[in-house]
C-alpha cells in the first residue's frame, strides 16, 4: 500500500543536540499526526496537525503541517536519552477512508549520554 | 484521556491454536477500530478495520478466515489468529478512534507479541 516517504531512516546523536525529521507525499492529506515507539510498546500519539501551514508545540517537540498539505516535519529540541525510539509520520485523508492511516517508514532515534 | 488497552501483551503457543486478542478503549467510545500488524524494526501494516456493529474490512493480501475480527460493542475489538502457525509470530497492534468520519487521531494498544512454536 502506499506509505509516506520518511527521512532520515535513522539518526544518532549526542544528547543535548536538536533533531530534525520529515514526511513528504504524492498526495494531500487532511491531518498529520506524529507518533513516537518505543520498543515493545504501541506507539503514542506526539502531536496532531488539522490546518495546512500549522505549526504545533509539545513540551520540546515542535511539527508544522505543509502548506501544500503534502509534508510535515518533526523537530525536537536538546535531545534527552529518553527521546530514543521510533518516530512515525502518519497522514490522515479524510472522506471515505473511515480515518485509515497512512504511514511513514519511521525514523529510528538513538541518542548518545 | 484516549486510553486503549491490549490484552494479552504477551502469548506463546503450539502450532494449530487458536489465539483471541482483546482490544479496548477505556474511556471513550470507539466506532472505530484498526488491527495492523508489525515486523521488528519496520512500519505498522494495517491488516483490517473494525466498524462496530458491521463487517470488518480487510487490506489486501490478509486471510479474513484466518484472521476473525469481531467489533460488538463500542468499546471492544477482538482479533482472532486461527489455527495459528509459526509464520504468525509477529506483533499485533490495535488502535481506536472515537466517530466513523472525521479527522480524531487514532490511539493505539500496547500490542501483543505472538509467538507461534
Known amino acids: 500500500g502506499q506509505q509516506l516517504n520518511q527521512s532520515p531512516q535513522s539518526m544518532f546523536i549526542q544528547e543535548g543536540e536538536d533533531v530534525s525529521m520529515n514526511c513528504t507525499s504524492s498526495s494531500i492529506f487532511n491531518t498529520w499526526l506524529w507518533y513516537k515507539q518505543d520498543p515493545g510498546e504501541g506507539p503514542v500519539l506526539l502531536i496532531a496537525?488539522?490546518?495546512?501551514?500549522e505549526l504545533t508545540s509539545n513540551g520540546r517537540l515542535t511539527a508544522q503541517f505543509g502548506i501544500t498539505r503534502k509534508d510535515s516535519f518533526l523537530n525536537i529540541s536538546a535531545s534527552i536519552p529518553s527521546d530514543v525510539g521510533i518516530y512515525f509520520c502518519a497522514g490522515l485523508a479524510g472522506g471515505t477512508s473511515y480515518g485509515k492511516l497512512t504511514f511513514g517508514q519511521g525514523t529510528i532515534l538513538t541518542v548518545h549520554p | 484521556g484516549a486510553v486503549v488497552s491490549q490484552h494479552p501483551s504477551r502469548v506463546i503457543c503450539k502450532s494449530g491454536t487458536s489465539v483471541k486478542i482483546e482490544c479496548r478503549s477505556l474511556d471513550f467510545q470507539a466506532t472505530t477500530m484498526f488491527w495492523y500488524r508489525q515486523f521488528p524494526k519496520k512500519s505498522l501494516m494495517l491488516m483490517a478495520t473494525s466498524n462496530e456493529g458491521s463487517k470488518a474490512t480487510y487490506e489486501q493480501g490478509v486471510e479474513k478466515d484466518k484472521f476473525l475480527i469481531n467489533h460488538a460493542s463500542l468499546t471492544l475489538s477482538t482479533l482472532t489468529v486461527t489455527s495459528a502457525h509459526p509464520e504468525d509470530s509477529s506483533f499485533y497492534i490495535c488502535?481506536?478512534?472515537?466517530?466513523?468520519?472525521?479527522?480524531?487521531?487514532?490511539?493505539f494498544g500496547d500490542g501483543t507479541r505472538l509467538s507461534i512454536l
Open positions: 496537525l488539522y490546518k495546512a501551514g
Open positions: 488502535s481506536a478512534k472515537q466517530g466513523r468520519w472525521g479527522n480524531q487521531p487514532q490511539h
